[in-house]
């Protein structure tokens, strides 16, 4: 994962204004999927000649079209585990759920009526997994998600560890920083390829930062920004269609849930 630090206060959550009314549809954390679910994600990438798919309007009653999306050879799986039978429960004792995709994340969350929030993960560094809880934890949604509700959150992980580095075991610090922009911007109807489902769209920008250091000095450090659209759906507990874009709303892949 990676996402970056910003000296922000904990958590804002408003709701944006009143003239727009409030949609009957809200997605709650009772709709968020449970321990035991499996999701099949098919990702497409988009090429040049890809004109057809566009991120649509903002507000209540919007309808997209996204069923003639093809089916890619890149899946994600995601799988959602019971953190009591994992070999790390007792570090990650404070969540109830532990999310794992095929990409090598692995986070541990607590789910509750109010929130999704990060409370422990495992990264990958120099081919080392290496875990540890957040020493500031990370709400990564916030229910219910209704139209017009928006939140920011920034969290934040210090892990010491060993790694080796030019042949030598040595001492390491890595330490990642998130931040998240979160806005219910539309609701309504999407169509994928496996049905039309009622959904609302979260419109989000995921900021990670990743800094090794190793005898005091920074030996790796990155950060990743990704902009994307989440359209949750009550009858399938996830994200029916995720779209990633530029900066400018440009799409670079849509995924789509398969089963």
């Given amino acids: 994962m990676s996402f970056l630090f910003f000296s922000c206060e904990k958590e804002k959550i408003t709701h944006n204004g009143d003239t ?3 949609t009957p549809y809200s997605y709650l954390s009772t709709d968020f999927a449970n321990v035991g679910d499996v999701f099949y994600v098919n990702i497409y990438t988009l090429t040049q000649s890809d ?25 994600d799986t995601i799988s959602l585990f019971d953190p009591l039978l994992s070999p790390d429960y007792v ?41 540890d809880t957040l020493d500031d934890q990370l709400n990564t949604n916030k229910f219910p998600m209704t139209l017009n509700s928006s939140f920011s959150d920034s969290g934040s992980v210090t892990i010491d560890t060993q790694m080796v580095y030019f ?7 890595i330490n990642v920083n998130y931040h998240i922009n979160s806005t219910i911007d539309a609701s309504g109807s999407v169509k ?7 959904c609302v769209r979260d419109k989000r920008t995921e900021i990670t ?14 950060i990743d920004t990704v902009y994307k659209y989440n359209f949750w759906s009550k009858s399938k507990k996830w994200n029916v269609i995720e779209i990633v874009t530029d900066k400018n709303d440009k799409i670079k892949t849509i995924g789509y849930l398969l089963n």
Avoid: H
């Avoid at 930062?209 to 990155?222: A, D, E, K, P, R």
């Fill in 20 to 22: 727009t009314p409030q």
């Fill in 51 to 75: 004109s057809l798919y566009s991120i649509g309007n903002i507000g209540n009653s919007q309808k997209w079209d996204y069923e003639s999306i093809p089916l890619s050879s890149t899946i």
């Fill in 91 to 131: 570090l990650f004792n404070n969540s109830n759920i532990n999310i794992v995709k095929n990409d090598g994340t692995n986070n541990y969350l607590l789910k509750s009526d109010q929130y999704l929030k990060l409370t422990g993960t495992v990264i990958n560094v120099y081919g080392i997994a290496v875990k």
């Fill in 167 to 173: 042949g030598f075991p040595v001492n390491a610090i």
């Fill in 192 to 198: 994928t390829p496996t049905g039309t489902y009622a």
């Fill in 209 to 222: 930062s990743t800094n090794v250091n190793v005898l005091g000095m920074s030996v790796y450090s990155t």
